[in-house]
């Protein structure tokens, strides 16, 4: 048991998955495929995942998304699958915030699987400013503030202000129990990335962007045109964009036709688990 390696865990206040935070596992290593970066294992990412996500096993997950996304669209009458992304936002200012984690929750185990994997050997070991794109409740902002080392800081941003309102109730800490600097704005992210005192986040100042369940699922070519430039903008040379693919949104293939015109190259895939058909895809700004 974690309490048993370190008791003072046990009066932690709760992390995002309300259980305490995970011990520093041996097989967390600096020296990554790139030098300076932070490398983790595959045995580390299941650790981590079995320990700080989603706990219901899949058939349930499963089970419990089918239902709530039925009564949704059936009782409510609110459907949230569309690539339109004035709809979609519409739709998730309609739920709850209950309603909304029950169909998120295999999207929230899956974000403990693909974010490190892709920013295993890239992300840099020292600290780095990251900005986590419909965030909601905070779910992939957890795994960010896990994963990315000590004096870090990330930013969600998130459209509806009670989804953020209630990711801001959370505790993030790092992967080893440390507390993680998190701050959240209400905005869309297709307008310019702001900081949460309502200040334009400079150009050319963020090592990492995150997008999860979301560019793939709700975005147009439109949108990811918009979302592009300003990633461009805001990001350092070299730096990462995660971002999600999908089939209602954009597949893999327009989101590298459109990020590649804007400087980016793919540098990685992951997906979740051998049947999970849509990777998060890992660009690189260019260097200038």
């Given at each position: 048991?974690?309490?048993?390696v370190?008791?003072?865990?046990?009066?932690?206040?709760?992390?995002?998955?309300?259980?305490?935070?995970?011990?520093?596992?041996?097989?967390?290593?600096?020296?990554?495929?790139?030098?300076?970066?932070?490398?983790?294992?595959?045995?580390?990412?299941?650790?981590?995942?079995?320990?700080?996500?989603?706990?219901?096993?899949?058939?349930?997950?499963?089970?419990?998304?089918?239902v709530?996304?039925?009564?949704?669209?059936?009782?409510?009458?609110?459907?949230?699958?569309?690539?339109?992304?004035?709809?979609?936002?519409?739709?998730?200012?309609?739920?709850?915030?209950?309603?909304?984690?029950?169909?998120?929750?295999?999207?929230?185990?899956?974000?403990?699987r693909?974010?490190?994997?892709?920013?295993?050997?890239r992300?840099?070991?020292?600290?780095?400013?990251?900005?986590?794109?419909?965030?909601?409740?905070?779910?992939?902002?957890?795994v960010?503030?896990?994963?990315?080392?000590?004096?870090?800081?990330?930013?969600?941003?998130?459209?509806?202000?009670?989804?953020?309102?209630?990711?801001?109730?959370?505790?993030?800490?790092?992967?080893?129990?440390?507390?993680?600097?998190?701050?959240?704005?209400?905005?869309?992210?297709?307008?310019?990335?702001?900081?949460?005192?309502?200040?334009?986040?400079?150009?050319?100042?963020?090592?990492?962007?995150?997008?999860?369940?979301?560019v793939?699922?709700?975005?147009?070519?439109?949108?990811?045109?918009?979302?592009?430039?300003?990633?461009?903008?805001?990001?350092?040379?070299?730096?990462?964009?995660?971002?999600?693919?999908?089939?209602?949104?954009?597949?893999?293939?327009?989101?590298?036709?459109?990020?590649?015109?804007?400087?980016?190259?793919?540098?990685?895939?992951?997906?979740?688990?051998?049947?999970?058909?849509?990777?998060?895809?890992c660009?690189?700004?260019?260097?200038?």
């Amino acid at each position: 048991m974690i309490a048993d390696v370190l008791p003072e865990l046990a009066w932690m206040p709760r992390t995002h998955a309300g259980r305490p935070a995970a011990v520093l596992p041996k097989s967390y290593s600096r020296g990554g495929v790139s030098p300076g970066t932070l490398r983790f294992s595959e045995r580390t990412i299941r650790q981590v995942a079995a320990e700080r996500g989603p706990r219901m096993s899949a058939f349930g997950m499963c089970c419990k998304a089918l239902v709530r996304e039925t009564w949704l669209r059936h009782v409510r009458r609110i459907d949230f699958r569309t690539a339109t992304n004035d709809k979609a936002c519409a739709a998730y200012e309609a739920m709850t915030v209950a309603e909304f984690a029950d169909i998120n929750r295999k999207q929230a185990w899956a974000n403990w699987r693909t974010i490190p994997r892709n920013l295993s050997g890239r992300m840099p070991a020292t600290p780095v400013r990251a900005v986590d794109l419909c965030c909601g409740i905070g779910e992939s902002t957890a795994v960010l503030a896990c994963y990315a080392p000590r004096g870090s800081q990330i930013l969600g941003l998130e459209y509806n202000r009670r989804f953020v309102d209630d990711a801001r109730r959370a505790r993030y800490t790092t992967i080893d129990g440390a507390p993680a600097a998190v701050t959240f704005r209400a905005q869309s992210v297709l307008d310019e990335f702001r900081d949460v005192r309502g200040a334009r986040v400079a150009s050319s100042s963020i090592d990492l962007i995150n997008a999860c369940g979301a560019v793939g699922c709700h975005f147009a070519p439109a949108d990811a045109l918009r979302l592009a430039r300003e990633c461009a903008r805001v990001l350092k040379p070299e730096g990462l964009a995660l971002l999600d693919s999908g089939y209602d949104g954009l597949d893999a293939a327009a989101l590298d036709e459109i990020f590649t015109t804007h400087g980016f190259t793919i540098v990685g895939r992951a997906v979740s688990c051998p049947l999970d058909r849509r990777a998060q895809l890992c660009l690189k700004r260019n260097s200038l």
